[in-house]
């Protein structure tokens, strides 16, 4: 059974709510805090500014159920049982939501859940169906499904404020997980947020046009090229909507559209069709049509990030109006990284750099120091176990992940890990071959088992990744220590 650890947070006596705002595909190269050189993320910004952020966080596993499932438990893939999307979430094993209720809080989870099996541990749940829908999007909850007018990231922040305003048991600390849609594919900003950029050119990532020199055959069988692999049709709105018809053919058939109604179908259409226009008349090729996809892509998926910025403001606003903000430990993450253009690509699932990463800001005013900042290699098996210490809980020996909470209180921990374990499963999805691997500070190695190819990078000298050094001489001493490494993790965690 769970024990009560002395509880002694400097914010008062009481146990704190946990605010979870979690998104889909925000990469950290996209978050002011983490130094981005293509858009503003105040509200985010805010929460590191008044808390800490976490330099090197990473996910085991960088797809979205699978990241979930982690987070979920404290475990890697292969012991929670989600290795790839469309796999079922057991729902009856141990997670951190369910020992948090069973320790006295009220717990709810609103907006992506993507986990196939229905939620358990929450008192209240109103989730996306599948992947959701950005407009006018459709939820399912213990009472049915029902369908909202609006915009998805409004939507997600309307419900979670309504619970923690009206609806949950004000008697108890509670946990609210807040998860978006959006940044996920197919990049479909508000209203409002259309023309946003429009005029503007965004700084192009230095490996837009990497042509794969110096790593394996791997990389180079992927389908995830801003170039080769992004539709024209559907991801880059060529295929506007027309605003005379309810459903025209090419709506219907991808489904970009349907959901519309006609006014926000009308706001589409003058928002895109001139500019499509004018990409027409251009009449591009080569590396001119890969830089003004590059522009399409990067514009939309920032005016969507521009919405969760600003729904994130929304949540901190709300927390001060109700009081609630001084006993509350508020954190914005993301189920994984994401490819903004670097290597060309879109998409995720790599063990590189950028989509590794997984964001983390948190904010718990009197215990964690404002404006700190923590370089210890957390991953998404610390969630749990941490959420559990803040809760006053005791975290269970047979997590994977180690509580934080002594590194967001800026506490030093000497006896942190210094790598971590990474194994990506699925077969085939955008041409990503499975990958097992690890990351210390400085090195990375990846071994992709199927073909088996290894690649091994030194992060210092080459930190976008260009050059694998495996079977260079002159690392033979650190890929030894990683390939080592790499075992005793796998014997670590009990992975086959
Ligand atoms: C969809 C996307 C893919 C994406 C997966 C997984 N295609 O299938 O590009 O990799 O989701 O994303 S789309 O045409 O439907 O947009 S995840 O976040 O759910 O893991
Ligand atoms: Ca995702």
Redesign the pocket.
């Given at each position: 059974m769970l024990t009560l650890i002395a509880f002694e947070a400097a914010a008062g006596s009481s146990r704190p709510n946990i605010v979870f705002i979690f998104s889909?595909?925000h990469a950290v190269n996209a978050i002011g805090a983490y130094g981005s050189r293509i858009n503003q993320t105040p509200n985010i910004d805010r929460i590191a500014r008044e808390g800490t952020i976490l330099l090197n966080n990473m996910c085991g596993n960088s797809?979205?159920?699978?990241?979930r499932a982690t987070v979920l438990t404290g475990l890697h893939s292969h012991a929670n049982g989600f290795k790839k999307?469309g796999d079922e979430f057991n729902g009856a094993q141990r997670t951190f939501p369910k020992l948090l209720q069973q320790g006295g809080y009220e717990t709810a989870v609103i907006g992506k859940w993507?986990l196939t099996s229905e939620p358990t541990g929450f008192d209240h749940w109103d989730v996306s169906t599948g992947?959701g829908s950005y407009y006018n999007p459709t939820f399912i909850s213990s009472e049915g499904r029902h369908r909202i007018f609006g915009y998805t990231t409004d939507i997600v922040t309307d419900l979670s404020i309504r619970w923690m305003q009206e609806e949950r048991d004000s008697e108890k600390p509670f946990l609210l997980m807040c998860q978006f849609k959006a940044p996920?594919?197919?990049w479909m900003p508000n209203i409002k947020y259309l023309n946003q950029y429009d005029g503007e050119q965004i700084p192009e990532p230095a490996t837009l046009l990497d042509n794969f020199e110096g790593r394996t055959s791997s990389i180079r069988k992927n389908s995830?090229m801003i170039g080769r692999h992004m539709?024209l049709m559907?991801?880059l709105q060529l295929d506007h909507p027309n605003p005379n018809n309810a459903y025209d053919v090419k709506s219907r058939k991808t489904d970009t559209y349907s959901r519309l109604s006609p006014e926000q179908r009308r706001q589409w259409y003058m928002a895109f069709a001139p500019k499509n226009a004018a990409f027409y008349e251009a009449n591009l090729e080569g590396e001119d049509l890969v830089r003004w996809k590059y522009q399409r892509y990067i514009k939309n998926y920032l005016r969507c990030i521009t919405s969760v910025d600003e729904n994130v403001g929304r949540i901190l606003d709300y927390l001060d109006w109700a009081g609630l903000a001084e006993n509350t430990l508020v954190i914005y993450s993301s189920?994984?990284g994401f490819y903004l253009g670097e290597h060309g690509f879109?998409?995720?699932?790599w063990m590189y750099e950028e989509s590794l990463r997984m964001p983390f800001v948190a904010r718990w005013p009197g215990v964690i120091p404002a404006g700190s900042k923590v370089s210890e290699i957390t991953q998404n098996i610390d969630f749990a176990p941490t959420f559990l210490e803040v809760a006053g809980l005791t975290p269970p020996d047979d997590m994977h992940g180690r509580s934080a909470l002594g590194l967001l209180r800026g506490e030093s921990a000497p006896d942190w890990r210094d790598s971590i374990y990474y194994h990506y499963y699925e077969e085939g999805?955008?041409g990503v071959a499975r990958h097992e691997g690890v990351r210390t500070d400085r090195y990375k190695l990846i071994h992709f088992y199927d073909v088996d190819e290894w690649e091994f990078y030194d992060l210092e000298q080459d930190p976008n990744e260009m050059m694998s050094r495996y079977g260079d001489p002159q690392y033979a001493a650190p890929i030894e220590a990683l390939r080592a490494e790499l075992d005793s993790l796998k014997s670590t965690y009990g992975v086959d």
């Open positions: 889909d595909d797809i979205c159920g699978p990241s999307n993507h992947q996920h594919r197919n995830m539709r559907g991801d189920d994984q879109f998409d995720k699932r999805g955008h």
